[in-house]
């Protein structure tokens, strides 16, 4: 069971979101109501939402702190005023975001590591762990090696209403497209299946692993993947699972599959990892570079592809999660503790801040400051043009690979420690603690 902390607010007035449901659920002894769901706007169907910018617009301003008793290398979704999260022990949490409290809790075998969709009544989860077969990096064979699946849960009851085996794990994010339900597995598969029954409607074999990464939608039935073992990004069609075009990278590269890419509808951003020479390939605890790149959506063709820093490669997760904002690519570094800010259009160098650690996870944007979490233990405020610290505030828990999500004026995420945390972002702007 989890277990709720409550921190004092450093705010004057904490404004709470109204919470309308129904119809009744009764959870542990008190009554739950949950809303009448339907396919609207309100769905969240891909990897931070659809502007690839995690922000629930509204007024909720609260800190709370839960427990859940699992490292956590998913991303928070929310949608009608309900927070889902999955943890590395196999549970997801339905929490009100308003004050920590669990709607329901639903527990598998292996580790929930994708980003929850949220599809009408259905959430739908992938399930799978991050042990490979093959050397890894940087070309694994498969990876999961326990139970992979896609799991599509009641929102109101968390009662299983169908599971799909897949074949190899299901950490990817998947995406929603024109009513498919497209996941690219740690097996290299890419499937397209039914959202409301899982029934397989296509499955292409790309020989390109993923592992961390995410279904970008570029509008239409057109999507973008990536993988490694044939290391290569990958434009498709979600009607078929055709390829429209494929970008690849040198044999020797690696992280390619850890990167959820980013979109502003003309170029795709990632980053990756290249072995420093005279190694031919990345190896853990070698010398690597950090690279990242920005693909054109309609040709494929690399408009650049940038060194960053250069570092000691670690055991997993070797890329990290670009976000675009305002026109510059913001990303941090699996290698070093950095932040960068990158000109989306030139891959320019605008800015490189020094952080408490590795920045691994996503960044969220609201009003032209960004916010995020380090290794360290740091939740950060930057100007996203500049890269100027606003604010920066200390916590006791590390934050790894997932993306935050902004509902209204809280900033929540989960951490490496297992720790799922909402924090007012003017907690964090006002906070100096480096």
Known sequence: MARIVRPALAVAAIALATFYLLPDAVLAGFTIRFPLFH???HDW????GPDNNAVVPGKLETAWRVETGGQISASPTVADNVLYLGNNDGRLYAIDPTNGHAFWTFATQNPLMSAPLVYGD???VGEGDANSMGSSPPEPIKVGQGPSSLIALDRRSGKVRWKRAIGGSGMPTPAIING???QHNGGGWVGGYDPATGDRKFAHHLESVASMSAILPLGGDQFVTSGVGTNAVWKMSATDGSILWSSTFPHGASGIGDCPPATDG???YCDYVMPVPPDTGTQVGRPAVERIFAIDVATGAKVWDVAAERGTLAPRNEAAIPLLTGGVVVVGS??????HGFDAASG???WTLKTRGPVKGGSVAVDGTVYFGDFGGYLWAIDARTGQVVGDKSTDTRFNVGSP??????LIDGSDTGAILAIPLETIRQSHDT
Do not use: Y
Not at 45 to 48: A, I, L, V
């Open 45 to 48: 169907t891909q990897f931070r």
């Open 348 to 350: 320019r160098a605008l």
């Open 39 to 41: 396919h609207t706007e």
């Open 405 to 410: 999500i902004v509902d209204g004026k809280t």
């Open 180 to 182: 498919v339900l497209v």
């Open 334 to 339: 699996a290698l070093a503790p950095v932040m």
């Open 122 to 124: 259905l959430v739908i």
């Open 266 to 268: 003309a170029r795709i």
